[in-house]
C-alpha cells in the first residue's frame, strides 16, 4: 500500500533505508523531494563515485538497472541507483508471462540485494493498478502515491511549507502566492524560497514580502482584482484591468478566468450554504477564515442570479479566448469586455 510521503521522508532522515522505492502519480514534487534527499544524503561525496547510479528511462530499461542493482558497493555499506522518468521506460507495458526482464524484476522485489537502494522516479502517472506487478510492488516496495493538491489545500501547504522552514506566514501572504503561483507545487516551493532566503529564522512572512521578493505588482494582481470586483469598486477593478490588458504576457486572460471562476464560485457556496460558523465555512470554502467575511460582503452585493450570469460569462469568456475572437479583438478587449459585464 501507498505509503504517506512524511513518513517516508521522516524514515530517509532517520536513516531507516528500505531496498526500494517506487515513487509515481501526476504531483512531481513529492517524487523530486524523496528522490533528490536520497541522491543527496545517503552516501558522502567521496562514496558517490563508485556507488551512486543515475538513470533515465528514456536512455535505459529494466535490465540495464537490475545489472546495476546486483552490483554490491565498494568501500561503502550502500549503493544507490536511481531511475529518474521512469515513466519512459518501455517495459512496463510488456506481457509479464513472456517478457523476461519483468519477471527478473518480478523476482527482485521479492528477493532485494539489502546494499542497494534502488529508486523508480515515475512522474506524471501510475502504473496500471490491476496489474499483477503492481501489486508486487505495492507488496514488496515502499511506494508513494503523489497526487495532485486541490486548489483549497493550498493554503495548508504553503502555510505547514512555512512553518518547516521555520516561518510564520499571514493569512493574506498565503492568499496572495496560492492566487498569484498556483498548483505547481515546485514552482510555488521555489517562490517561497526566495522570500525565505532574505528573512531571518521566524520573521512573519507578510503581504509585503511576497510583493517585494516574489514580484508581484502590490497594486495590479488578481487578489487586488478579486477585492475591487467583491465590493463592487468598479473604478479600482477597471484600473487593475487597463493594467493587465496593457501587460498580456505577465497577465494571461487564460489564467485570469479560472482563477475569477474559482472566487465567484466561493461566493455562490457562502450563498446556498447553511453553515454561519466562520471556520466551518472557510473550511467549505477552501480558504483561510481570515478571509470569509470578504466571501459574505461579496455575497451582499451579487445575488445567486447575478452569479449565474458570471459563470456563464466566465465559460464564454473561455471559449472566446480559444476561438476567433480571441484572433479580432486580442486578450486584452476581451478582458475588458468580461469585467465591464461582471460589474454592470
Known amino acids: 500500500m501507498p505509503v504517506a510521503f512524511e513518513s517516508v521522508l521522516a524514515d530517509l532522515k532517520a536513516k531507516k533505508f528500505a531496498p526500494i522505492y517506487f515513487l509515481q502519480g501526476e504531483e512531481p514534487y513529492y517524487i523530486d523531494v524523496i528522490s533528490d534527499w536520497i541522491e543527496q544524503n545517503v552516501l558522502t561525496d567521496g562514496e558517490k563515485g563508485f556507488n551512486q547510479m543515475v538513470m533515465y528511462g528514456k536512455e535505459t530499461n529494466l535490465t ?85 493538491l486541490y486548489d483549497n489545500q493550498l493554503p495548508d501547504f504553503i502555510s505547514q511549507y512555512f512553518v518547516n522552514k521555520g516561518f510564520k506566514i499571514a493569512p493574506k501572504a498565503i492568499a496572495l502566492l496560492a492566487e498569484h503561483v498556483g498548483g505547481n507545487l515546485s514552482r510555488l516551493t521555489n517562490e517561497s524560497d526566495k522570500i525565505i532566503i532574505n528573512l531571518k529564522n521566524g520573521d512573519l512572512v507578510t503581504e509585503d514580502h511576497v510583493h517585494n521578493f516574489v514580484g508581484i505588482s502590490k497594486e495590479y494582481n488578481v487578489f487586488e482584482l478579486q477585492k475591487a470586483l467583491g465590493n463592487k469598486n468598479a473604478l479600482e477593478a477597471h484600473r487593475i484591468v487597463n493594467y493587465f490588458a496593457a501587460n498580456p504576457k505577465t497577465n494571461p486572460l487564460i489564467l485570469l478566468i479560472p482563477q475569477l471562476f474559482s472566487y465567484f464560485s466561493k461566493i455562490i457556496l457562502v450563498h446556498v450554504s447553511k453553515e454561519r460558523d466562520e471556520r466551518n465555512l472557510a473550511a467549505l470554502l477552501g480558504v483561510h477564515p481570515f478571509f470569509v467575511k470578504d466571501y459574505q460582503a461579496a455575497a451582499r452585493f451579487y445575488n445567486l442570479s447575478k452569479l449565474e450570469e458570471i459563470i456563464h460569462l466566465l465559460k464564454l469568456a473561455d471559449i472566446n479566448s480559444k476561438g476567433v475572437d480571441a484572433l479580432a479583438m486580442g486578450d486584452g478587449q476581451l478582458m475588458k469586455e468580461l469585467i465591464y459585464k461582471i460589474l454592470r
Not at 518501455?90 to 527478473?104: F, H, M, R, T, V
Not at 532485494?112 to 499483477?132: G, N, Q
Request: glycine content about 2%; aromatic content about 8%.
Open 64 to 148: 540495464g538497472v537490475l545489472s546495476n542493482a546486483k552490483r554490491f558497493p565498494m568501500m561503502s555499506d550502500k549503493q544507490v541507483v536511481i531511475v529518474k522518468e521512469a515513466q519512459e521506460m518501455s517495459d512496463w507495458d510488456k506481457d509479464i508471462e513472456k517478457y523476461a526482464p519483468l519477471k527478473q524484476f518480478e523476482a527482485y522485489l521479492v528477493n532485494p540485494l539489502p546494499s542497494t537502494i534502488l529508486v523508480f522516479a515515475h512522474k506524471y502517472k501510475k502504473l496500471d493498478a490491476r496489474r499483477s506487478l503492481s501489486k508486487k510492488i505495492d507488496k514488496h516496495a515502499v511506494c508513494i502515491d503523489s497526487k495532485k
